[in-house]
C-alpha cells in the first residue's frame, strides 16, 4: 500500500471517529433546544409561575455545570469513551424520564440528569477530536461539534413544530392520551441509542492511554490514526509533555500559587463565561416565548425557531471552513464585533415597544421585521464565531497534562454561567423587559471584544504536544 493511500485511509478512519463523538453534540443540541417548545406545557402541567418555569427551564444547567466539571476529573482516570458511554444512557433516561413526568420535582430530577449527560459531551467530545486529529485537520473537525449542536437544535426546532402543528398546540393530546409536549422529549431516545451503539467501536484517546502508562494500546491507536512511522515519534512527544515525574493528571496540576488557577485556566475560564454573557441560550431556550411576546402567534414562533436553526448551520459550516485557515482569534473578535451591534438593534427596538395588556409587545411596523432580521444576525455572528470556537479553543489550548482538569473548571464556569443567564430572563422579561435585558447582553458581547484582544493566544496548527501554560 502507497503512502498517499495509506494517510487516505488514516484520515478517513479519524473523520468517521469524529463524526461519533459529535453525536454527542448532536445530542447536546437536541436536548438543549427542546426546552423552547414546552415552555407553555410545563407551566399547564405543573402550575408554575416566572420564577418556577425558569427553574424547569434552567434545572437541566445544574446538571451540566455538574456533569462538565466531574467529566473533566473523571475523564483522566477512566477515559474519555467511557464517560462518552455513560453520558450516552443518561441521555436516553433523561429523554424518557422528562416525557413521563407526572410534577415539577420528577421533572427536574430527569433534567438535571440530561444535564449530567449535557454537560460530559459538550468539554469530552470536542476533546476527544482534538486528541485524535492531526493539527493541520483539528480545527475543522473539532468545530464539526458546534453543527451537531446547531444541528440538534433544528431537530428539536423542527420536530417541536411538527409534533405542535400536529396536535394543534404543544398542551394538546398528541400520542396515547399524552399531551404533545411530552412527545417532543421523547424524539431524543433515537439518537440517544445510537450514540451509545456507535461508542462501543471507537477507540480511546492515544493522549489519555499514554497518560495512564498505557503505551503499547496507545501505539496502536496512533498507528491507527497517523501511520506506524508517525505514531512511534507522536508517542514520545506526548510522555515528553507530561509531568517530568510521570504522575497522572489530577485536579490540582491546574493551581498555581500567584493566580489561583495557571493562567492559561483563567482564560479558558473566560471564554467559556463570555460565550454564556451575550445571551444566546436566551434564544435557544425561550426563542419560542421571546416571539410570542413581540405579538407572533406560537406557531409563527416555533416556525421562526427552525428558521434560526437552519441559518445557525449555515454559519457553522462557514466557521468550519475558515478556521483553519484564518485562525480562531479573528473570527472570536468578528463575532464579538457582529453580535454587540445586533443585541444593541434590538435592545433599542424593544425598549421603544409598548407592552399590551398580558405582556405581548406591540412595535411599529417595520420594528417587527428588522427586531426579527437582527435576532437572525445575531445567531449568524455567534455560529460562525463563539459558538464553535469557544468548544475548540477549550479542547486544544491546554497542554496535555492538565487538559482534563483544565476542562472541567472551564466547563462548570461555562455552565454555571449558562445557568445565570436562563434563569434570571424570565425575571429580567418582568422587570427591565426585553429592551433591558438584551441591553445587558450586548454589553457583554462589546466586552468580550477586549477581552480576545488581550488575552486570548492563536492555537491554529499548533500540535498539543506544544501548547504552553
Known sequence: MSATSSDSDNIRFVVLISIVATIGGFLFGFDSGVING??????????????????????????????????????????????????SIFFALSAWGSGIAASSEEFIFYRILGGLAVGAASVLAPAYISEVAPAKYRGMLSSIQQ???????????????????????????????????????????????????????????????????????????????????????????????????????????????KCGVRPIVWVGIGLATFQQLVGINVVFYYGAVLWQSAGFSENDALLINVLSGALSIGACVIATLLIDRIGRKPLLLLGSIGMSITLAVMAVIFTKAVVQEGGDLQMEDLAGPIALVAANLYVIFFNMSWGPVMWVMLGE?????????????????????????????????????????????????????????NCACETKGIELEAMKG
Open 147 to 257: 453543527i451537531a449542536i446547531i444541528t440538534g437544535l433544528f431537530c428539536a426546532f423542527l420536530s417541536n413544530y411538527l409534533i405542535a402543528d400536529n396536535a394543534g398546540g404543544s398542551t394538546q393530546e398528541f400520542l396515547w392520551g399524552f399531551e404533545a409536549w411530552r412527545g417532543m422529549f421523547w424524539v431524543e431516545l433515537l439518537p440517544a441509542l445510537i450514540f451509545f451503539f456507535a461508542l462501543l467501536f471507537i477507540p480511546e484517546s492515544p493522549r489519555f492511554l499514554v497518560a495512564s502508562k498505557k503505551s503499547k494500546e496507545a501505539l496502536t491507536v496512533l498507528k491507527r490514526l497517523m501511520g506506524a512511522e508517525a505514531a512511534h515519534l507522536k508517542l514520545e512527544e506526548i510522555k515528553a509533555s507530561l509531568a517530568e515525574d510521570h504522575h497522572r493528571p489530577r485536579l490540582n496540576d491546574i493551581l498555581d500559587q
Open 397 to 453: 489550548m491546554f497542554p496535555n497534562q492538565i487538559r482534563g482538569s483544565s476542562l472541567a473548571v472551564s466547563g462548570l464556569a461555562q455552565w454555571g454561567s449558562n445557568f445565570i443567564i436562563t434563569m434570571t430572563f424570565p425575571i429580567l422579561l418582568g422587570g427591565i423587559g426585553l429592551g433591558g435585558a438584551y441591553g445587558l447582553y450586548a454589553i457583554g458581547a462589546f466586552i468580550s471584544i477586549f477581552f480576545i484582544a
Open 38 to 87: 414546552t415552555v407553555d406545557g410545563l407551566k399547564r402541567a405543573f402550575g408554575s409561575d416566572s420564577v418556577g418555569t425558569g427553574f424547569n427551564v434552567a434545572s437541566m444547567l445544574l446538571g451540566c455545570a455538574v456533569g462538565a466539571f466531574f467529566a473533566g476529573t473523571f475523564a483522566d482516570k477512566l477515559g474519555r469513551r467511557s464517560i462518552l458511554i455513560l453520558s
